[in-house]
């Protein structure tokens, strides 16, 4: 059995944490392979586990892990928040390189639209939309005009059903 299926069968990290008396972040950095634990509570986990925690195959893991970390391998990313504005280029380079698509495209007209998008508040959810629709109708997808385009047409959109 491995750490995390032990954690979930014992009530998640918090529910361990209380349990044994860790703390949550302790658990939660073991369970996500940020850390491996010392010796002391390695011996404790074994033990409160009844040797059912397969320590041999959690160290193969973590290994694994630590070395495509040092590789720059990205082992988790985070998805950014679809409520937040797009008012800086490293935001939407940031969109781009979350979605797969070359992040060098906004450099030319990038800043242009960012400086109109910050007065009209567009969220990384519009830019989302709208890269998912031109997808669709089989245009270019990175093309930061047609994005522009894309978002103003679903916002007129948008307001029309609203006058309805």
């Known amino acids: 059995m491995t750490f995390q299926e032990w954690v979930d069968e014992n009530g998640g990290q918090i529910g361990v944490a209380r349990k044994f008396c860790f703390t949550s972040s302790l658990i939660g950095a073991w369970y996500r392979f940020e850390r491996f634990p010392r010796a002391d509570n390695l011996t404790l986990l074994v033990a409160y586990s009844e040797g059912r925690i397969n320590v041999q195959q959690w160290a193969a893991d973590f290994a694994e892990r630590q070395r495509q970390r040092s590789d720059g391998t990205s082992v988790r990313q985070n998805k950014i ?30 800043p242009r639209f960012i400086a109109r998008w910050k007065h009209s508040h567009v969220t990384v959810s519009e830019v989302r939309d709208a890269i ?22 679903a916002r007129r959109s948008a307001l029309g059903r609203l006058e309805e």
């Not at 969109?95 to 070359?102: K, N, Q, R, T």
Request: hydrophobic letters at 35%; a positive charge.
């Open 81 to 110: 928040k679809g409520n937040l504005p797009v008012n800086c280029l490293s935001r939407l380079k940031a969109v781009f390189s979350e979605l797969g698509m070359p992040a060098e495209r906004c450099n030319l007209r990038g």
């Open 132 to 153: 998912t629709v031109l997808e669709l109708k089989n245009k270019d997808s990175s093309d930061i005009e047609l994005i522009h385009k894309e978002i103003s047409n």
